[in-house]
C-alpha cells in the first residue's frame, strides 16, 4: 500500500520505518513540529511538588531539553498516559513509571487524590478532559504548559506534487491540528480529499471530524499507534464526515 505519514518528527521516521518492514510504500510529510518551553518546565520543577504527569510523549522530549538539571527529578513519580509515553520516560532515566490505559481521562481516574501536589506538564493546544477529571476527583494539581504544537507552513504546491507517485491508499492522521492543518493543504492545492487518498486513518473520531466532506476515514479502536495500524487490514469503511 502506498501510505502518507502525517506526525511529526522524529516519530514519522520511526512509523515509517514500521510500516515499510511491513511492506508498504510511505511518504512521510510532517505536518506540525514541537515549541519546547525548557525555562518553563525547569521553574516548575524548582517549585515543591510530588508527583509528575504526561499525557504525550511530546511532553517527555520537552523535558530531555533540560540536561542535567532535570537528574533530580528523575526518581519523581511519574503517571504516564500510555505504554508509548511511558517507554520514552524509561529511555530519558524515570525509574517510577506509573502507566495510564491510554487516554487522559483514564489515566486521571487512576491519580488518587492523596498523590500530593501533581505537576501536569501539558502541551498546547489541548483538551482539557485530564484536567477536568483530575479537578472532579479533587486531586491537586498545576497545568504547566511545556510545549506547543504549531503548523509546518507549506507551499499549495506540496500536496499535488506528492501525487505524481500516483494516489494514496491511506493517510494516517494523529491529531485534531494535524488533520485541520492536511484539510487547509487539500484546499490550497485544489485537491478533492478522496482523489489523494482512499482512506483517511484517524487516532480517534476527533481527528475524523476535521476532515473535508468526501474523505472515506476509519478511527482506531484505541488512541494508539498498534490500534491505527490494525486499520490497514480493516475492509471495513466509516462514511465520510458531514
Known amino acids: 500500500m502506498r501510505l502518507l505519514v502525517t506526525r511529526p518528527q522524529p516519530a514519522a521516521e520511526r512509523t515509517a520505518r514500521k510500516l515499510e518492514a511491513l ?3 510511505v511518504a512521510v510529510l510532517p505536518l506540525m513540529q514541537a515549541q519546547h518551553y525548557p525555562d518553563a518546565l525547569e521553574a516548575s520543577l524548582d517549585r515543591r511538588h510530588d508527583a509528575l504527569a504526561v499525557t504525550s510523549a511530546e511532553a517527555i522530549r520537552a523535558l530531555a531539553t533540560l ?4 537528574d533530580p527529578h528523575l526518581a519523581t513519580p511519574l503517571f504516564a498516559v500510555g505504554e508509548a509515553t511511558a517507554r520514552t520516560a524509561a529511555a530519558l532515566g524515570f525509574t517510577d513509571i506509573r502507566i495510564g490505559p491510554g487516554t487522559g481521562e483514564a489515566l486521571a481516574a487512576r491519580i488518587p487524590p492523596e498523590t500530593g501536589t501533581l505537576v501536569y506538564l ?6 482539557l478532559g485530564f484536567e477536568q477529571v483530575l479537578t472532579e476527583r479533587k486531586v491537586k494539581h498545576v497545568t504547566v504548559e511545556s510545549y506547543r504544537m504549531v503548523p509546518i ?4 504546491q506540496i500536496l499535488p506534487d506528492l501525487l505524481r507517485g500516483g494516489p494514496f491508499d491511506a493517510v ?9 492543518h492536511f484539510a487547509t493543504l487539500l484546499a490550497e492545492g485544489g ?3 478522496a482523489a489523494f487518498s482512499a482512506r483517511y486513518l484517524c487516532l480517534s473520531a476527533a481527528v475524523q471530524d476535521e476532515l473535508p466532506s468526501g474523505a472515506i476515514a476509519d478511527v482506531a479502536a484505541a488512541p494508539d499507534e498498534e490500534h491505527l495500524f490494525e486499520l490497514l487490514g480493516n475492509g471495513e469503511r466509516s462514511l465520510p464526515p458531514a
Not at 153 to 156: C, E, L, Q, R, V
Not at 172 to 180: G, M, N, P
Open 67 to 70: 540536561g542535567p538539571a532535570l
Open 172 to 180: 494516517l492522521l494523529y491529531s485534531r491540528q494535524t488533520a485541520r
Open 191 to 193: 485537491l478533492d480529499a
Open 153 to 156: 507552513a507549506y507551499g499549495p
Open 23 to 25: 511492506g508498504h510504500e
Open 122 to 127: 501539558a502541551g498546547a493546544p489541548r483538551a
